[in-house]
């Protein structure tokens, strides 16, 4: 039958059942409308010949549009009194942030794992110390932990860390050709060895003096203990510099996986979790045998794996100042400025930092501007300026430590 005739059927159709409708006062049955109506389509399909579809509007209902992520944006000054400048992340009380951040360092050698009370920190900085080992410092200020650690000694850097994010510094000594250099830094913010009395708890031995791995610090007393030293410095400082969005910048290129690795069994791997938004952290466990294995790195105090919502590495000028010995070591990481790999939202981002004297770390992208990151924590790798950077596969990313 040829379309214009099919059509006309449905229209004469539609006109008969319309007219009839109306000249009858009661109302019509809504059944027998509806079957009338199926028949009328069915007779002129059945006579109109199968031709091939195409698209065109139907009467469905438009879907509600999904709403549009409303951007959380926040730095890289004027912070709001109640958001911590150095995660982007409200605070259950201000008032925590009337304090100079508290800085824990923290050993990551096999006998020290399970770490304690990193899952509360804002930031970890974690840097080779030697022999293909690393440590950390873990920064606490939106947060507090009431058992961190273990606690072992301080690294030349610690002095420009804490420096630069006006903390207070946790540590169990040092070398004297290390502690003298942070002492004439820092001064009375070091807090060395152990206090631990009925008054304060801040710097506690929980095991045997033969287990370097017993010590532990609980940031709220490191802040009533110095406040006791000098109460007039212990009070909120200007900690501007980082920036903050929750929706990420164009630019990034697929991440789904980081490998940081500073020695033959110190890697940390790091897994993107798409549901959480935070690259899950994983670390080599070596067997009796010498076999190596990635685990899941955990936080003792609740069990849980670690995750961050910022994972960087800052390629920064390392020089080792002993030799063969490789235990000392200077990172020119204060008023330097250079290049930073940020990973977030599973995506990498080749950007520049920036450091000063006394502000926090600044990241910066190719036009100069300031660089967001997802509010949370952020775990920061420093390395050398040799370090080699792969991808391989496309997604998997790794960087090898190399020394001068």
């Not at 929980?206 to 000098?230: C, H, I, P, W």
Request: with cysteine; glycine share 6%; proline share 6%.
């Amino acid at each position: 039958m040829p379309k214009h005739l099919s059509q006309k059927i449905i229209t004469v159709l539609f006109v008969i059942i319309f007219g009839l409708s109306a000249c009858q006062t009661a109302t019509p049955d809504p059944v027998t409308t509806e079957q009338t109506m199926q028949a009328a389509v069915a007779l002129t399909l059945t006579a109109a010949p199968t031709l091939t579809p195409i698209p065109t509007a139907t009467s469905t209902a438009t879907p509600t549009a999904s709403p549009t992520p409303v951007a959380v944006v926040y730095g890289p000054t004027n912070f709001p009194a109640n958001i911590n400048p150095l995660t982007g992340l409200e605070v259950e009380d201000p008032a925590i942030l009337d304090r100079l951040p508290v800085m824990i360092k923290v050993a990551n050698q096999a006998a020290a794992r399970p770490h304690a009370g990193l899952t509360n920190a804002d930031i970890v900085f974690d840097y080779y110390v030697g022999s293909g080992l690393d440590r950390f410092v873990a920064l606490y200020y939106g947060k507090d932990d009431t058992k961190v650690g273990s606690v072992r000694s301080g690294r030349m850097v610690d002095r420009f860390l804490v420096r630069m994010y006006n903390g207070i510094l946790a540590m169990v000594s040092a070398d004297k050709r290390v502690l003298d250099p942070i002492l004439s830094t820092l001064g009375g913010r070091v807090i060395l060895n152990e206090h631990c009395d009925d008054t304060y708890q801040a710097i506690c031995r929980l095991g045997e003096r033969t287990d370097e791995s017993s010590v532990f610090a609980d940031t709220a007393q490191m802040s009533a203990y110095y406040t006791k030293r000098n109460a007039a410095d212990n009070v909120r400082k200007n900690l501007d510099g980082m920036a903050f969005a929750t929706i990420p910048p164009p630019g990034g290129v697929l991440a789904n996986e980081f490998i940081m690795r500073f020695g033959k069994n110190i890697n940390h791997q790091w897994k993107y979790d798409a549901a959480t938004k935070k690259y899950l952290h994983w670390i080599d466990e070596v067997d009796s045998n010498g076999n190596s294995r990635m685990i899941p790195l955990v936080d003792r105090n609740n069990d849980e794996q670690l995750a961050t919502s910022n994972v960087i590495t800052i390629f920064v000028k390392l020089n080792t100042l002993n030799g063969a010995a490789d235990s000392i070591h200077e990172y020119e990481i204060q008023s330097a400025k250079g290049r930073a790999l940020i990973f977030r939202d599973g995506m990498i981002y080749d950007v520049f930092y920036e450091t000063g004297w006394d502000t926090p770390i600044q990241f910066y992208d190719a036009e100069g501007n300031p660089f967001p990151l997802q509010p949370g924590n952020t775990w920061i790798h420093l390395t050398g300026l040799y370090s080699k950077v792969i991808e391989e596969p496309a997604g998997i990313w790794k960087v090898n430590l190399g020394l001068p």
